[in-house]
T-cell receptor, first 114, second 120 residues
Framework: GDSVTQMEGPVTLSEEAFLTINCTYTATGYPSLFWYVQYPGEGLQLLLKATKADDKGSNKGFEATYRKETTSFHLEKGSVQVSDSAVYFCARADRGSTLGRLYFGRGTQLTVWP | DAGVTQSPTHLIKTRGQQVTLRCSPKSGHDTVSWYQQALGQGPQFIFQYYEEEERQRGNFPDRFSGHQFPNYSSELNVNALLLGDSALYLC???????????????????FGAGTRLSVL
C-alpha cells in the first residue's frame, strides 16, 4: 500500500482563507516527516519538518503536527495568500534518518484567488 | 552560494536511446539522490550515492544506473528508453552529518529544479 497518502486536489481558496491539507503515512516506528512545496517550473523546497512524535513544524505561517496516534501530519495555514499557490507534497523518511530515501505523496495542487 | 544545479533542463529522446543527466550538489554537500517525478505524481526514489558508491536503491530496473564523481557531482544514466520514462528527474543533495536537532537548514535534502525528459 501507499506509504504516504495526501488529500487529492486541486484545492481552490480565496485569499485569507484557512488551509488544511491532510496527510497520513504508514511506516514502522516513527520516521521523520516533511512538507515540501513546488512552485511552477521549480524543484522541491522544504517547507517544514518534524522528526519525532508530537513535534510541530512551522515555517512561513504554515504548521503541521506529528500525530503518532493517527499517523498523520496535516498541513495548516490560517490565512493563505496568492503567492502560496503551488503543489504541496507530504513525505516521510526512512526510520532513524532524515537523509536517506524519501517517500512522497502524490501532491496537492493549491490555487489561491485574490 | 549555488544550490543544486541540474543539466540539461529539457531533453527529448526517442525510444531505445540512452540518456545521461547531470547534477552538481549544493556547496559542501557530499550525498546525491535521484528521483523520478511522473506528471501528476509525487517523486519516486531511484537511488542515492555517497562516497562514489550506490548506497540505497528504489524499485527501478537496471536500465537506470548512476555514478558519483570525486567532486560529489553525479550522473543518472538511463538505457533503452521507454515511453514511460518520460518524467521530471530531480536531484537532491545533502551532507551526512549526524542527525538530530538543528534548524531548518540542517539535516535536510535540497532539490534541484530538475531535468524534463520526454521520450517519443
Amino acid at each position: 500500500g501507499d506509504s504516504v497518502t495526501q488529500m487529492e486536489g486541486p484545492v481552490t481558496l480565496s485569499e485569507e482563507a484557512f488551509l488544511t491539507i491532510n496527510c497520513t503515512y504508514t511506516a514502522t516506528g516513527y520516521p521523520s516527516l516533511f512538507w515540501y512545496v513546488q512552485y511552477p517550473g521549480e524543484g522541491l523546497q522544504l517547507l517544514l519538518k518534524a522528526t519525532k512524535a508530537d513535534d510541530k513544524g512551522s515555517n512561513k505561517g504554515f504548521e503541521a503536527t506529528y500525530r503518532k496516534e493517527t499517523t498523520s501530519f496535516h498541513l495548516e495555514k490560517g490565512s493563505v495568500q496568492v503567492s502560496d499557490s503551488a503543489v504541496y507534497f507530504c513525505a516521510r523518511a526512512d526510520r532513524g534518518s532524515t537523509l536517506g530515501r524519501l517517500y512522497f505523496g502524490r501532491g496537492t495542487q493549491l490555487t489561491v484567488w485574490p | 552560494d549555488a544550490g543544486v544545479t541540474q543539466s540539461p533542463t529539457h531533453l527529448i529522446k526517442t525510444r531505445g536511446q540512452q540518456v545521461t543527466l547531470r547534477c552538481s550538489p549544493k556547496s559542501g554537500h557530499d550525498t546525491v539522490s535521484w528521483y523520478q517525478q511522473a506528471l501528476g505524481q509525487g517523486p519516486q526514489f531511484i537511488f542515492q550515492y555517497y562516497e562514489e558508491e550506490e548506497r540505497q536503491r528504489g524499485n527501478f530496473p537496471d536500465r537506470f544506473s548512476g555514478h558519483q564523481f570525486p567532486n560529489y557531482s553525479s550522473e543518472l544514466n538511463v538505457n533503452a528508453l521507454l515511453l514511460g520514462d518520460s518524467a521530471l528527474y530531480l536531484c537532491a543533495s545533502s551532507f551526512r552529518v549526524s542527525s538530530g536537532g538543528g534548524g531548518l537548514a540542517k539535516n535536510i535534502q535540497y532539490f534541484g529544479a530538475g531535468t524534463r525528459l520526454s521520450v517519443l
